[in-house]
T-cell receptor, first 115, second 115 residues
Framework: AQKITQTQPGMFVQEKEAVTLDCTYD???????LFWYKQPSSGEMIFLIY????DEQNATEGRYSLNFQKARKSANLVISASHLGDSAMYFC????????????WGAGTKLIIKP | DTGVSQDPRHKITKRGQNVTFRCDPI?????LYWYRQTLGQGPEFLTY????????KSRLLSDRFSAERPKGSFSTLEIQRTEQGDSAMYLC?????????????FGPGTRLTVL
């Protein structure tokens, strides 16, 4: 069974608009972490934001925020005021408590920002 | 540059040949991970080192794959008798043992093409 589901294979968004990338996860652990990474065409994985399962507030990092809804097991990434440089693949990943910190990844969403 | 580095960035080889990739993690990071990423997919965990000890290997890591991390510093991933199905991006990541966030920092990857 998929542990991380990203339902949007691709998205087109107009520059300067906000965008929400969906991520749902499946775990029976009480303690886990959720991550979002950006992968531009160059291939390098760039860490964006982290949310711990016990964090009561949604994580924010500059233009990135994570809409964490624990009961629904969703961890959507919100990018405010998008710009052309945001065009990339975006991956949601989860780390479970007993996983030696390895990450379980979704299939990604390809985001294209239109000028 | 104190980030994770990988060498080579690209490798083209013929089926049946052996290849070896190198990863240099961030110097103070004791945990090192190898992932494989095929086109259009998220990364898949291959193996994990804590210092020089290889603590976990994925079922994806067949007998043709071997990884080492002598002295707990750089790591090598060797693929023997390469097959066309081995064509992928091989990503290395490192992290510290810190409790908060503990995001993995990724190298630029090695793209392997098996002809």
């Amino acid at each position: 069974a998929q542990k991380i589901t990203q339902t949007q294979p691709g998205m087109f968004v107009q520059e300067k608009e906000a965008v929400t990338l969906d991520c749902t996860y499946d775990t029976s652990d009480q303690s886990y972490g959720l991550f979002w990474y950006k992968q531009p065409s160059s291939g390098e994985m760039i860490f964006l934001i982290y949310q711990g399962s016990y964090d009561e507030q949604n994580a924010t990092e500059g233009r990135y925020s994570l809409n964490f809804q624990k009961a629904r097991k969703s961890a959507n990434l919100v990018i405010s005021a998008s710009h052309l440089g945001d065009s990339a693949m975006y991956f949601c990943a989860m780390r479970e408590v007993d996983s030696n910190y390895q990450l379980i990844w979704g299939a990604g969403t390809k985001l294209i920002i239109k000028p | 540059d104190t980030g994770v580095s990988q060498d080579p960035r690209h490798k083209i080889t013929k089926r049946g040949q052996n290849v070896t990739f190198r990863c240099d993690p961030i110097s103070e990071h004791n945990r090192l991970y190898w992932y494989r990423q095929t086109l259009g997919q998220g990364p898949e965990f291959l193996t994990y080192f804590q210092n020089e000890a290889q603590l976990e290997k994925s079922r994806l890591l067949s007998d043709r794959f071997s990884a080492e991390r002598p002295k707990g510093s750089f790591s090598t991933l060797e693929i023997q008798r390469t097959e066309q199905g081995d064509s992928a991006m091989y990503l290395c990541a490192s992290t510290s043992g810190a409790l908060t966030g503990n995001e993995q920092f990724f190298g630029p990857g090695t793209r392997l093409t098996v002809l």
